[in-house]
């Protein structure tokens, strides 16, 4: 059944809220939604306190790896990390205290999809798909999405549809897919996203991108019939949004049916 799922977003070795299409490698374009005064092992000590499983800590470019780090000593074996990722540091990161991995960009070597990448991270992890997430963040492209890697500014040749989430469900035992042109906007989420990926997905997926309060977690349960999970980032007080609080959301999930 759908739940609420947390983030911890680390950019500069910080813990901050960004609105998605504007992590460029200028600065001057980076649109900033909060940046905490908290170390990134607060929010993991309080999500392991409330028994928040799946929560998800992204490093957003260099200078993250340190605070990665300190974030899965705090709550070993319950956070899944990503952003930088590959077949040389997969599991690293494992024995480092992560739950599971995320990877998007090692995928894609200039933007094209690449099997063979695909089956080395897999191989690195001894072929345990249990500790795999794959993250298909993507942007809109007319009437459809494509996956989008680099901080979410280079749009790959993978189509996000029925056949490719079929090809790689084999492979891992999540997706993760932030919806990039929502990201940070709390403008509500992508309903057609969110529906098709609960026709697509066998397997666990969570979905990120413009959720705002607990409307939008009952709007995704019935969308999904249950079946995506929502993260809601810049929008909770935590993360100093006003439209919805952290313990109203973890009092959702303890009221909805698993």
Not at 49 to 77: C, F, Q, R, S, Y
Not at 122 to 149: H, N, P, Q, Y
Request: hydrophobic share 35%; glycine share 10%.
């Amino acid at each position: 059944m759908t739940k609420f799922r947390p983030c911890i977003d680390l950019h500069s070795g910080q813990v901050k809220q960004i609105v998605g299409g504007t992590l460029t490698t200028t600065s001057a374009d980076l649109k900033t939604n909060y940046v905490s005064r908290l170390p990134a092992s607060h929010f993991a000590k309080m999500y392991q306190d409330h028994g928040l499983t799946g929560a998800h800590v992204i490093m957003l470019g260099p200078g993250n790896e340190e605070v990665a780090k300190e974030a899965l000593a705090e709550w070993k074996g319950g956070l899944q990390v990503g952003g930088g990722i590959t077949d040389k540091n997969a599991r690293q990161w494992i024995e480092w205290g992560a739950e599971r991995v995320i990877i998007t960009s090692f995928l894609f070597p200039s933007g094209k999809f690449s099997q063979e990448h695909l089956e080395s991270v897999l191989a690195s992890l001894d072929g345990d798909k249990g500790k795999l997430v794959i993250d298909l963040s993507c942007r809109k492209k007319e009437d459809t999405w494509f996956v989008a890697m680099n901080k979410w500014q280079t749009i790959t040749d993978m189509e996000v549809n029925e056949a490719s989430i079929k090809s790689l469900e084999p492979y891992c035992s999540e997706f993760l897919i932030h919806a990039a042109d929502n990201e940070g906007l709390q403008k509500g989420i992508d309903e057609e996203l969110v529906g098709k990926l609960s026709e697509w997905c066998s397997i666990p997926v969570t979905y990120a991108g413009g959720g705002r309060n607990l409307q939008d977690l009952d709007h995704v349960k019935t969308l999904s019939g249950g079946r995506v999970d929502l993260t809601i980032g810049s929008a909770l007080d935590i993360f100093g949004g006003s439209g919805v609080t952290f313990q109203d959301c973890v009092e959702w999930n303890r009221q909805s049916p698993l």
